[in-house]
């Protein structure tokens, strides 16, 4: 059956749902909650797409002969005017989701049926949720994710350098990690291939491609990509806007809602993505501590070295840094003000902060390690030279300019939130915790990571000491009212707690 799109300006949080006159749906035999397969009409080389159907039995809201379509759907899946439906039969991936549901072991063969029908858009949100819950409750072996990482990174392109390409990457938690954009230019300038491919934000009030946006452009096409990698041999760009694993994208979109992040399907995640771009040695940053994905030493140690094996059987060479998570990374969370301190370490060594010096050289110098640029143990110092040196900053200045940006910008030039609130010490002294939960909320309310002007200063950290009145914290915003709710939120929770050395008098 073909017919002609009505678009229903609500959006469904991409939710891929479309409503059909009762008349229609009688007309092909579909119930509400049925599979519907969509196919841009006259569009043959674009793929097909599952929805769900919901029944309209008004004519007003959608009419005989009219499908309606969402908002987000009709943007991200490039609809036409007309479509083409048909109810659409489970796939036969379905079978296998529901062996892992049950908890058996999936062959090579079923996995890669799976990743195929998911790319597709053969399998609907509600079974790829079914897949998600099923690794999140019975795992998977090493086998299996070995499989997984090499099907989600056939699904989309495969980049070949034609030499040997290093990464980083973290597994988040930390605010404030702005470690990429202090790396990747002392990688290049010690003369090691590292074209760095980032996330924007998802849970956290920047991701590293919204800081370096700040800077530059980061949205590239694979040719553009190829040539600036040609040129610098580096770059920080947005993975979003390429087709490297879209497998991965997929899965990533089911599992933010259910807020499940298993080990069994990070493990593919990452490795998809490194196998996409290449990439030969990489170096894991897996911060440790409260309110992050790994609470103890114990549990980072653990994934590191499952990370490592899986790694190592899919052809990467891998060093994993158990790194501390107790509070921010640097002073500045948000892009422009995380944009602009890394600007100006790289401008100047003194600057600091040091928590930022130390965790980029440790993970840069690891790298240099792996590369031959440094001997073992003697990677840091390396590190810490080329910094010091300005040769990352000249470096930097390139890949800004390769990318689009000005080369010559300053920290000052930066933009940051015209609203400001100063919050001071009601009391003298020390800093015992510096809450990373709150300074996230905080910064997300002030307007991160989408007001890139936004976020917050962290004036004293842990272990300082501090007199009443002292400034202790600032708040940027491009909003009054959003600084109206960062600061309630202050208020009620603060992120920074103050002690003496007494405990509690009994």
């Known amino acids: 059956m073909k017919l002609k799109v009505k678009i229903i ?9 479309i409503v059909l006159n009762s008349e229609d749906a009688q007309k092909i035999g579909g119930k509400a909650g049925d599979r519907i397969l969509l196919k841009n009409d006259g569009l043959e080389s674009e793929k097909p797409l599952i929805a769900i159907l919901d029944i309209s039995y008004s004519d007003s809201i959608v009419a005989p002969g009219e499908i309606g379509v969402f908002l987000d759907t009709s943007k991200n899946y490039k609809i036409s005017e007309q479509l083409s439906i048909r109810l659409a039969e489970p796939p036969d991936s379905y079978k296998f989701i529901n062996k892992k549901i ?42 299996e994710m070995i499989s997984l990482s090499l099907a989600e990174a056939r699904s989309g392109d495969i980049f070949n350098f034609e030499s040997d390409v290093f990464d980083k990457h973290s597994t988040g938690g930390v605010p404030g990690n702005k470690v990429s954009l202090i790396i990747v230019p002392i990688v290049a300038a010690a003369g090691l291939n590292i074209p760095k491919t980032s996330t924007r934000a998802i849970t956290s009030p920047s991701g590293t491609a919204d800081t370096m946006e700040v800077l530059a452009p980061v949205i590239f096409s694979s040719e553009e990509l190829r040539e600036i990698f040609r040129n610098e041999k580096a770059c920080i760009v947005w993975g979003g806007s390429l087709d490297i ?31 996409s771009m290449g990439v030969k040695k990489l170096v894991l940053d897996i911060p440790v501590g409260a309110k992050t994905k790994f609470p103890t030493i114990d549990d980072g140690k653990n994934f590191a070295y499952i990370f490592k094996d899986v790694a190592k059987s899919v052809g990467i060479q891998s060093e994993c840094a158990l790194t501390l998570a107790h509070q921010p990374i640097g002073h500045a969370v948000g892009p ?46 390396k590190a810490k030279e080329i910094l ?80 009443e009145g002292d400034l202790i914290f600032k708040i940027y915003s491009n909003s009054q009212s959003k600084l109206k709710r960062a600061e309630k939120i202050y208020n009620q929770a603060s992120p920074i707690i103050l002690g003496g050395m007494m405990i509690e008098r009994i």
């Open 245 to 275: 694993s879209p497998a991965d994208n997929i899965l990533i979109e089911i599992e933010r809602p259910l807020h499940m992040d298993p080990f069994a399907l990070m493990i593919p995640s990452i490795l998809a993505k490194k196998l």
């Open 9 to 17: 300006n609500f959006e469904t949080g991409n939710i891929k749902i």
């Open 102 to 143: 049950k908890g058996n072991k999936l062959t090579t063969e079923e996995i890669n049926r799976i990743i195929s029908d998911a790319v597709s858009g053969h399998l609907s949100q509600i079974e790829l949720a079914s897949f998600v819950t099923g690794v999140s409750i019975n795992g998977m072996d090493k086998e």
């Open 336 to 381: 422009a003000l995380e944009a602009r301190e890394a600007l100006r370490l790289l401008m100047d060594y003194n600057a600091g902060p040091n928590s930022l010096i130390e965790k980029s050289t440790d993970l840069a110098g690891i790298l240099l390690e792996m590369g031959g640029k440094a001997q073992k143990g003697d990677g840091q110092r």
């Open 388 to 467: 010091r040196s300005g040769k990352a900053y000249d470096k930097m200045k390139q890949i800004i300019k390769a990318q689009g940006g000005n080369p010559e910008i300053t920290p000052e030039e930066i933009i940051v939130g015209p609203y400001v609130k100063e919050c001071y010490s009601l009391k003298s002294g020390h800093i015992t915790e510096v809450d990373n939960g709150i300074i996230n909320q905080i910064a997300k309310s002030a307007g991160c990571p989408f007001s890139k002007s936004s976020g917050i200063e962290i004036i004293k950290k842990q272990g300082a000491r501090i007199a």
